[in-house]
């Protein structure tokens, strides 16, 4: 009896135990679960020129919740923890046309994940782990014509066939640039994009290494910076690419040709060289501050014609070359400030450019050296400079010949009497 009547009691606790485990249990994914709705009541619609925005980014999301707009034509999930997209995530926004999912941590993708999205044009994957994609998943997306995929581990295996041959479509010019192949070895480094499909299912693809400049990987201090792997780049509201404070010392290659705002702030970046922005000629604003800029060169902003805003604050620049701002003809705003203006004939082309172009908002313009004109204006130095030339007053109710003797005078003094001297005339004119 006592044997039964403690076995009874054993069991009330234990299923009691296990009731409080479950609620806990509960009570922590509910926890989890109100977390994630928090940080989603964050998220922000707008609307630009009658497009609708929802952007929830950096929202520590795991997944697409419910409960959103679904008439919106962006949807922006960047700086995330999403790692499975799975099937129909997306088929609830029809009206989608840019999915913006970089820097999650997304490892797989299932291939009904963007059924539904028949008017996406834009979708972004870059910086995230994958390393395994068919072209099964983009086949709902007929409209398809920007896709960035770079910064994943890509596997360049007989699973990636189809995905590398739909991206070598001439077609799709703006499909899958820039990736890269993390693996197997022999492939490493290779692009996608250049890749010969027909090597990825070859039998003897794990035994034969294939001869070409690219297998063996360089250190990292050979490697050739490009923007595509260094920055991250945004499409909306407008395309935008940051690498600032990526430790760059010169402006990476294979700038995209459609960014609009370059920032490259916060860089070693010591000179700007000739034709260095030349292929992005839809840019607007560059920021160029917080580098060590020293010298640019006069051709350096060549075909820059539409950029409004310069950042070159926070530098070691003294001075500009003539000519290097002549190809800014719809400059609106300069930032000069922090930087170790010398005052000398060498600055006075940057405040004629300046006086020319009224429009343009400066900011920063003072003397560093020499010591006299320390914490001075740049530009009442350049007018005391024109101060030292002959007065006004000096050349008021003077001919032409009076000046010139009156100069010859000062000049040959030494070359005896009029008579016996003959020395080259030359008329001074002040020019205003």
Request: charge should be neutral; include cysteine.
């Amino acid at each position: 009896m006592r044997l039964l009547c403690g076995l009874l009691l054993c069991l009330v606790v234990w299923a009691a135990e296990a009731r409080k485990g479950g609620k806990g249990r509960r009570m922590r994914s509910r926890d989890r679960s109100n977390t994630i709705k928090r940080f989603a009541e964050d998220c922000k619609e707008s609307t630009v020129n009658g497009e609708k925005f929802f952007d929830c980014q950096e929202r520590h999301l795991t997944a697409v919740l419910l409960g959103w707009p679904e008439d919106i034509h962006h949807l922006l999930l960047a700086r995330n923890k999403i790692q499975v997209l799975r099937d129909n995530t997306f088929s609830h926004f029809r009206n989608l046309r840019s999915l913006d999912l970089q820097q999650n941590e997304i490892s797989r993708i299932d291939e009904g994940a963007f059924n539904g999205l028949s008017r996406l044009t834009t979708l972004l994957l870059q910086h995230n782990r994958l390393s395994v994609a068919s072209e099964g998943m983009l086949i709902p997306m007929p409209q398809l014509k920007y896709m960035r995929l770079y910064d994943n581990p890509w596997r360049c295996e007989c699973q990636l066939d189809s995905l590398v041959r739909f991206i070598q479509v001439p077609s799709n010019r703006n499909i899958g640039n820039y990736a890269w192949c993390a693996e197997p070895r022999e492939f490493s480094g290779r692009q996608l994009k250049k890749l010969d499909a027909e090597l990825l299912c070859s039998p003897q693809q794990e035994n034969v290494l294939i001869p070409h400049p690219g297998n063996q990987t360089l250190p990292a201090s050979q490697k050739k910076s490009d923007a595509t792997s260094l920055c991250h780049t945004y499409v909306h509201p407008v395309p935008r690419l940051d690498c600032s404070n990526r430790d760059l010392k010169i402006v990476p290659a294979d700038i995209p040709l459609d960014i609009v705002r370059l920032d490259l702030s916060r860089n070693n970046i010591k000179q700007l060289r000739s034709k260095e922005f030349v292929k992005v000629k839809d840019l607007k604003l560059l920021n160029l501050s917080g580098n060590s800029l020293e010298n640019i060169d006069t051709a350096a902003f060549m075909g820059l014609l539409y950029l409004g805003e310069l950042d070159l604050s926070n530098n070691s620049l003294r001075y500009f070359q003539y000519g290097v701002l002549e190809d800014l003809y719809f400059l609106r705003k300069l930032s000069l400030e922090d930087n170790p203006w010398i005052c000398d004939y060498n600055i006075h082309y940057l405040i004629y450019w300046l006086k020319h172009h009224p429009s343009v908002s400066h900011t920063g313009l003072v003397c560093s050296e020499p010591e006299e004109f320390r914490g001075w204006p740049v530009e009442n130095y350049v007018k005391t400079y024109n101060a030292d030339c002959p007065k006004d007053k000096q050349l008021a109710g003077i001919t032409g010949q009076e000046l010139t003797a009156e100069t010859e005078e000062e000049l040959f003094p030494e070359l005896g009497p009029r008579p016996y001297r003959v020395p080259k005339k030359f008329e001074i004119i002040r020019l205003t």
